[in-house]
């Protein structure tokens, strides 16, 4: 149980270090897959712990905002790179359109 | 301290267990560190893959089904359709933190994991192997079915649970997904 736990903690730490240290975007959208990946981890586990099948509607429900997200997230990128020919969120400053 | 051996002796029992965590988490530190988006996104699918693995260990045949099938199969495959469409030349990709930002990034995020796997190990009761698999009964609507243990979390077992007791809320997923693909549609056309 516990080194499972183990594994789902390390994949979130570097999950939200690949948010925190990269610019590009496709990257930080990835990094947020990971952390999810690791927080489903921690949920089946519990699900197997507990004998109890409500983690895994949970992780269900997980992979459907993430599906979600990811559509909207890269249309975004799709838009911004569009409009501003750059995928850098520290280039990021203004969300107006550019004239 | 006596918890962190167990875990460590639990782990080193489970060769599969092993071998798995490894390339996860080895394919995760690789991911974040790629500068070119497609080797990213590869090594992320090899994470992925390892990450099934963990749900088949866990007795969760049908997630890990679907985990390939949504994350490697769509996900990932988007990405890289996005990769492809953007078509980023070396200039495009910008540029990236300096390393001292990245040395507090990891700095940060390493006092993180030491502070989760710290309340983990605090809240280990022990480090004995999952209890034995339970015959279950489920019931959905009149009827009702009954789950062998080797069964557990199959696809009659998580159907009767999503279209038994949690059926709104995968209505309402639904209802997200189509919002979802409207806004991407909206968001990428190219004039509005």
């Known amino acids: 149980m516990t080194k499972y736990l ?49 983690g895994h509607v949970f992780v269900m429900m997980v992979m459907g905002v993430a599906a979600a ?23 990021l400053t203004t969300l107006k359109e550019s004239p | 301290m006596d918890s962190l ?15 798995g965590a490894l390339v996860a988490a080895g394919a995760a530190v690789v991911m974040v560190t790629r500068r070119n988006p497609v080797y990213a996104a590869l090594w992320l699918m090899l994470c992925f893959l390892a990450v099934a693995v963990m749900f088949l260990k866990l007795h969760a045949p049908f997630l890990a089904a679907i985990h390939v099938l949504v994350y ?59 209890r034995e698999l339970e015959t279950v009964k489920v019931s959905v609507g009149t009827s009702k079915l009954t789950i062998a243990p080797e069964d557990w979390g199959g696809v009659s077992h998580v159907g009767s649970e999503l279209f038994g007791t949690f059926v709104v809320p995968f209505e309402i997923v639904s209802v997200l997904i189509v919002v979802a693909i409207l806004g991407a549609v909206v968001l990428a056309k190219r004039k509005l």
Request: aromatic share 8%.
């Open chain 1, 6 to 54: 183990i594994l789902s903690a390390l994949l979130f730490s570097i999950g939200a270090y690949g948010v925190l240290s990269r610019r590009n975007l496709l990257l930080i959208l990835m990094s947020v897959e990971l952390m999810l990946n690791g927080v489903n981890i921690a949920l089946v586990a519990f699900a197997r712990h507990q004998q109890n099948l409500d």
């Open chain 2, 72 to 130: 490697t199969g769509a996900i990932l495959v988007l990405f890289l359709f996005v990769i492809m469409l953007l078509n980023l030349t070396t200039k495009e990709l910008g540029e990236e933190h300096s390393p001292p930002a990245k040395a507090l990034a990891g700095v940060v995020c390493g006092l993180l994991f030491l502070f989760l796997a710290a309340s983990f190990l605090k809240g280990a009761s022990d480090g004995a192997p999952f």
């Open chain 2, 5 to 19: 051996r167990e875990v460590v002796r639990d782990a080193a029992g489970d060769p599969v267990f092993l071998a």
């Open chain 1, 69 to 91: 997200e990811v559509g909207v997230g890269l249309a975004l990128l799709i838009a911004l790179f569009r409009s501003r020919r750059i995928v850098d969120a520290g280039e």
